[in-house]
């Protein structure tokens, strides 16, 4: 699958075991979220550009690498996006954030946006989406869609858990966007569900069920 990245990290794959398990509590759930999210933010931000400046060390002077650019935008797709944001914001805290509220209907799996906002200069500005589910695709396919809209030309995506059918929906919708991943799951259920997955990704996160 072209332009789509696995992170099979050791740390990951053990802390998404137990996220996947049904026995997990809510605050568990959240802090392995948390904390994958560091290690998915490390894998995507690899590539970013550098420049360098010069600084007076202890004991002399030296041109030191430091990043180029403007600061990058985390973009989350509400509500769940924010377990992932948040370890994100961790590793860079300087970064801008952009919220684009979208819930899939659980009859139609059609997205409904309800809330977008995002800093203005995001065309001259390096954006990662995040959401911890690629099911359908129909919400991480319109979240972008949306932030085009805006301007945004430079994007790339992180979730925790994609099916097959959702990697290759959003890769035709999107060819320009990476996909950063922690894992490839099987299948779609008849309720478009990732199967093996971990279930309702916000409703593990936050209790609701
Ligand atoms: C979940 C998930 C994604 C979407 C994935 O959100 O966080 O946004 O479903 O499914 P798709 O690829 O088929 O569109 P949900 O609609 O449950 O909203 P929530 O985050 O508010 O719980
Ligand atoms: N959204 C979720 O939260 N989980 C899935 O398995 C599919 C979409």
Redesign the pocket.
């Known amino acids: 699958m072209g332009n789509v990245t696995v992170v099979d990290h050791p740390l990951v794959k053990h802390k998404l075991t137990i996220m996947r398990n049904k026995d997990t509590s809510t605050a568990s759930f959240r802090r392995l979220l948390r904390e994958i999210s560091l290690l998915l933010a490390y894998e995507v931000t690899r590539e970013l550009e550098l420049t360098t400046t010069t600084i007076e060390t202890p004991l002399t002077t030296m041109e030191s690498p430091i990043l180029e650019g403007k600061k990058l935008v985390f973009a989350s ?5 924010n377990g992932l944001l948040e370890g994100m914001l961790d590793l860079v805290p300087a970064a801008r954030v952009a919220h684009v509220g ?3 209907d659980h009859d139609t ?1 059609e ?1 409904h946006e309800y809330y977008f906002k995002a800093p203005q200069d995001i065309a001259d500005r390096l954006v990662i989406v995040v ?10 396919i319109a979240a972008v869609d949306r932030l085009k809209g805006r301007g945004a030309n430079n994007l790339r995506f992180v979730c925790l858990l994609a099916a097959p059918e ?1 990697i290759k929906a959003f890769t035709q919708a999107h060819p320009d966007v990476p996909v950063f991943t922690a894992a490839i799951d099987d299948h779609l259920n008849e309720k ?1 569900y990732i199967v093996p997955g971990l279930g ?4 593990r996160m936050y209790g609701t069920k």
């Open positions: 797709i509400l509500r769940a996006g979208i819930y899939r799996l997205p959401d911890p589910m690629l099911a359908t695709a129909n919400s991480s959702g478009g309702d990704a916000g409703d």
